[in-house]
């Protein structure tokens, strides 16, 4: 999570926006929406900028309409990155929000989300998500996973990977090069045990899916696409 990218277009957050509601989750504040009754649940880990993202919130909305109960959880405890603050420590801000923690966190999500009656969980993430992601899906608390212009990860990371992963991709990204995904598309597909696979978006950036421009015809089609296809791969794996 070291690309400047990673900070560009930032969203204008608000704790009110979306369809849903704000909940406590395994400690977490989190965005919850979609039937609560739902043996299926997603759970989307948001980039730098947190979970009051007006954009990922509206995403979340539109996987609920599908059936799903989708939580958002709050994995950066109220303390996104602020890019208005002048004298915002980035590194001192990356050590207290390491993926790793983030992981870490993300487990009582899920066993959440098990007690609640859920069978089955899909999980997105997004930049720094995405990285949180790689090692979930490494284990088997998650059915599937959709990783989206991640953060660096490494071969080892994918390596360990053991559940269907999709990995989508921006063309014009310098923290997940396409280069680097394709790789790591063989290596995920050489795995005949689950199904995978990599999707390169040409003509966007790092980002896009969740932090495009609405004035940009071409990139919220593109997010679009990204996001049908998120939702292709959690009705096919997460049941």
Known sequence: MSSPQCFENPPNLSSTCGA????????????????SDSKRAVVLIADVFGYEAPKLRKLADKVASAGFLVVVPDFLYGDPIDLSNPNFDREAWRKI???????EDAKPVIAAL???GVSAVGAAGFCWGGKVLVKLAGTEDIQAAVILHP?????????????????LGAEIDHASPPEELKK???????KTEFESYVKIFPS??????????????FAVKSAE???????????????
Do not use: C
């Open 184 to 190: 790591f598309g063989e290596i995920m597909s050489a």
């Open 114 to 116: 098990s007690s609640k």
């Open 20 to 35: 849903g509601r704000v909940e406590e989750l395994a400690g977490l504040k989190t965005y919850v929406t979609g039937p």
């Open 225 to 239: 696409e990204a996001q049908e296809d998120m939702l292709n791969w959690f009705s096919k794996h997460v049941k």
């Open 151 to 167: 953060g660096h990860m490494t071969e080892d990371e994918i390596e360990a990977v053991k559940i269907p992963t999709a990995i």
């Open 204 to 217: 966007v950036s790092h980002g896009w899916s969740v932090r495009y421009d609405d004035d940009n015809e």
């Open 97 to 103: 929000h390491s993926t790793d923690k983030g992981y």
